[in-house]
């Protein structure tokens, strides 16, 4: 009976090793950039916020997109850290489908278009003014970003700064837009 037991064990042990190893194989780009995997039938909740261009925006206003949704404030030194390597990543691949939209934390206008003139960010930007869509995505650090793939899923989300003009990025992307 021990035996059995012994060999139980060991084939759990062994299969797990198998069945991570596959995962790993299968989500590489998404390891690679420390993307944590999310229930690919999760809708992105839906929001709409002004954007500082004018108008309003939400994840909907972008149908058929992949979209980098990014949450971030211009005090945040990650923030700007990442943000010029976003800009690249949004300008190389916009024409084929990618949209970052950034989420600005309770900042005024003013801070917000001065920092993204700073930056020379051109990426669509909302003000969520209240907190309520950090909130409604369970954001309690910055920056946080998802992403969403063409048919409005949340597919992944990571917190802290990306290099996101990196190979592993392009690639998850390549992936994504196809």
């Given at each position: 009976?021990?035996?059995?037991?012994?060999?139980?064990?060991?084939?759990?042990?062994?299969?797990?090793?198998?069945?991570?190893?596959?995962?790993?194989?299968?989500?590489?780009?998404?390891?690679?950039?420390?993307?944590?995997?999310?229930?690919?039938?999760?809708?992105?909740?839906?929001?709409?916020?002004?954007?500082?261009?004018?108008?309003?925006?939400?994840?909907?206003?972008?149908?058929?997109?992949?979209?980098?949704?990014?949450?971030?404030?211009?005090?945040?030194?990650?923030?700007?850290?990442?943000?010029?390597?976003?800009?690249?990543?949004?300008?190389?691949?916009?024409?084929?489908?990618?949209?970052?939209?950034?989420?600005?934390?309770?900042?005024?206008?003013?801070?917000?278009?001065?920092?993204?003139?700073?930056y020379k960010l051109t990426?669509?930007?909302?003000?969520?003014?209240?907190?309520?869509?950090?909130?409604?995505?369970?954001?309690?650090?910055?920056?946080?970003?998802?992403?969403?793939?063409?048919?409005?899923?949340?597919?992944?989300?990571?917190?802290?700064?990306?290099?996101?003009?990196?190979?592993?990025?392009?690639?998850?992307?390549?992936?994504?837009?196809?």
């Amino acid at each position: 009976m021990r035996g059995i037991k012994v060999s139980f064990v060991w084939f759990l042990v062994l299969s797990l090793l198998v069945f991570s190893g596959a995962a790993l194989a299968e989500d590489g780009h998404w390891d690679d950039m420390g993307i944590i995997r999310l229930n690919k039938n999760d809708p992105a909740p839906a929001f709409s916020l002004p954007l500082l261009s004018g108008g309003e925006a939400g994840v909907h206003t972008y149908k058929d997109k992949v979209i980098i949704l990014n949450f971030w404030a211009s005090w945040c030194p990650p923030c700007r850290e990442e943000m010029p390597s976003m800009e690249r990543l949004y300008k190389d691949y916009k024409d084929r489908g990618l949209i970052i939209l950034g989420i600005n934390d309770m900042e005024t206008e003013e801070e917000v278009g001065a920092f993204m003139e700073e930056y020379k960010l051109t990426f669509p930007t909302v003000l969520d003014k209240s907190g309520k869509v950090f909130t409604q995505y369970r954001v309690f650090a910055i920056p946080t970003s998802f992403i969403i793939d063409r048919e409005g899923r949340l597919m992944g989300k990571v917190f802290g700064s990306r290099q996101w003009d990196n190979e592993h990025a392009r690639a998850l992307i390549e992936e994504l837009v196809m």
